[in-house]
């Protein structure tokens, strides 16, 4: 069992991100850290840096860096934060190679919860933002649904699935933003850090896109 579970690591780990150099600039790549500083048992600082591209890596859509203080409601659990990110966007103007950058400043609340249901563990995030985009404000609500499988009993070097759901949702027309759908596999190291590497589907209102995501976890 341990041996196939290592070759599905392994090819997914290898063939997917050559797999995004064959596609159109539509199957794009995102490289995600999420770390988090434990300060005792109730407060955290939380950090994070993603870099997103329309390709592989040499073609920047968005630089995204986010971070914020949190407390624990009940312990290691019930997590509320408050926190700050910058997002850099560069997007492609109609029917021309020319980008524009947008520079948005973003201040966000949020509730984490986690729970168990048998071997599966799951996360629920509510986070509400107050974004300042250039010369315009706007404000939305996301809720997010996460999964995590284990595939081995093992606490460190070993294996899991990650699914999730999130959707957007605007305060002022049109309400629906996005909604993405992620699916991936994982491999914890040990309970400080894990990384994982999926597939992500994000749906707007008139199309959607495609991304594949390699994203760190560190826990100190």
């Known amino acids: ?42 407060w955290n600082i ?20 986010r971070t914020g203080v949190g407390y624990n409601l009940t312990e290691n659990n019930n997590n509320i934060l408050l926190g700050y990110g910058y997002i850099l966007s560069q997007n492609y103007s109609d029917e021309s190679d020319d980008k524009i950058s947008i520079n948005e400043h973003r201040i966000f609340q949020q509730f984490t919860t986690k729970q168990t249901v048998g071997s599966l563990g799951l996360s629920h995030r509510y986070r509400f933002e107050e974004r300042f985009i250039e010369d315009d404000f706007k404000m939305r609500f996301r809720y997010f649904l996460g999964i995590n499988v284990p595939l081995t009993k093992k606490e460190s070097n070993s294996y899991y699935l990650s699914v999730y759901n999130e959707i957007f ?31 992500m589907n994000q749906f707007f209102e008139t199309n959607n896109r495609d991304q594949f995501n390699i994203i760190t976890y560190l826990n100190f």
């Open 46 to 65: 939380h950090n994070e840096v993603q870099y997103r591209s329309y390709n592989i890596i040499d073609d920047l859509e968005q630089l995204l860096i």
């Open 1 to 42: 069992m341990i041996k196939r579970i290592n070759m599905v690591a392994l090819t997914l780990l290898l063939v997917l991100p050559f797999f995004t150099f064959a596609q159109d600039s539509n199957f794009g790549n995102w490289l995600i850290y999420i770390g988090n500083k434990k300060l005792n048992t109730k």
């Open 169 to 199: 949702l605007n305060t002022e027309s049109s309400v629906f933003d996005r909604n993405r759908v992620y699916g991936g596999l994982g491999y914890k190291v040990n309970k400080s850090l894990r990384i994982e590497a999926g597939y």
